[in-house]
């Protein structure tokens, strides 16, 4: 496996390459990152997996400083998980100068975690931008427990034509429903106990709603309620289409609960896909 900082580098070594899959991280990785570079095996011969913390989409105040950086280790776990590429740039390197070219994202990325996060979906779709400019990948796998990235990832490849075929992996869950995630590391021991109360609420939903009930705002109420009593601080419980991540009509059947919310200082997402 070959450790990249440098874009001229990156851009010669791939060049041979008749196919190449993308996994952009911010490093950290886990068990969940890690079926995202098996899933990309399966779609090219050569797996480029980018580490790199992007302040662009932190807000201010937000955990940027204290994400934690593991190079050594993440690049010992992809080795064994068959990456072939690691591409780890600095700051300097990917952005050499101001960002202010940056990409707006769609109407769609303001509501929900948009809604909490000002900006960040603008910093993800940039750095994503310039990772497909800078890596060309032929396919890029992004997992579904961050449903409205991957929403709106798709959108920034269909709207700006870009030949990447993008690949959203499943989630990866401990044995008591918590999706793995690099910020549950942050978690005391009392608070990963209670963490799996968000999966439990939306699997509630989930049955609910696969069951008949259409009482979508009691059903996301009680969620909210039911952690909120629990010491929670919610950002949104919410039933959402898939195809347009709208509040549901009567049409629709492929539906999403998606939620989000604090337990201390930590912030936890997850989703379910639902059909009505
Ligand atoms: O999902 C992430 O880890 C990040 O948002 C991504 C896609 C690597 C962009 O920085």
Known sequence: MDLIHRVAELRARLAGEPSVALVPTMGNLHAGHLSLVAEAGRHAGCVV???FVNRLQFEPGGDFDRYPRTLEGDCAALDRAGCQVVFAPDEAELYPEPQEIRIVPPESARQLCGDFRP????????VVAKLFNIVAPHTAVFGRKDYQQLFVIRALVRQLNYPVAIVGAETVREPD???LSSRNGYLSSEE???AVR??????RIKDLVESGRRDFGALCAFAIKDLTSAGWRVDYVALRNQSGLAPPGPGDRDLVVLGAAWI???RLID???IRA
Do not use: M, P, W, Y
């Open 198 to 203: 968000l999966n439990r609420n939306l699997r």
């Open 177 to 179: 429903g918590l999706a």
């Open 271 to 273: 989703n379910l896909d």
């Open 264 to 266: 201390g200082k930590t």
């Open 192 to 194: 990963r106990t209670e």
């Open 119 to 126: 900006g960040h979906f603008e910093g993800v779709a940039t």
């Open 49 to 51: 997996t980018s580490i």
